[in-house]
Nanobody
Framework: QVQLVESGGGLVQPGGSLRLSCAASGRYIFSIYRMGWYRQAPGKQRELVAAAIKDGATNYADSVKGRFTISRDNAKNTVYLQMNSLKPEDTAVYYC?????????????WGQGTQVTVSS
């Protein structure tokens, strides 16, 4: 069984920075093809923020390009999201997502979410 554990959320003022971390754990992980972050604000649909493929390719939502940076530490099965120049509209619950192949199957996994609040 695979678990994704997120950390790093919190309250920050506009213009501030946060770094989110997500670590995947599981005895039978064979490969993690994609790790990324989604977010969901109250009353809105969940949206992709950023994703990183194992070979290093990345993609970002237009709203965060130039402000957020996603990175992976494959040795630690961990993905990070460095968030700079935060805006109130970035306020949301951020969910880690990973496409992981185990000994049994290839499956999308989700973390429980971490709250990011940007407010003055």
């Amino acid at each position: 069984q695979v678990q994704l554990v997120e950390s790093g959320g919190g309250l920050v003022q506009p213009g501030g920075s946060l770094r989110l971390s997500c670590a995947a754990s599981g005895r039978y992980i064979f490969s993690i093809y994609r790790m990324g972050w989604y977010r969901q604000a109250p009353g809105k649909q969940r949206e992709l923020v950023a994703a990183a493929i194992k070979d290093g390719a990345t993609n970002y939502a237009d709203s965060v390009k130039g402000r957020f940076t996603i990175s992976r530490d494959n040795a630690k099965n961990t993905v990070y999201l460095q968030m700079n120049s935060l805006k109130p509209e970035d306020t949301a619950v951020y969910y880690c997502n990973a496409l992981i192949t185990t000994v049994q199957a290839t499956t999308d996994y989700w973390g429980q979410g971490t709250q990011v609040t940007v407010s003055s």
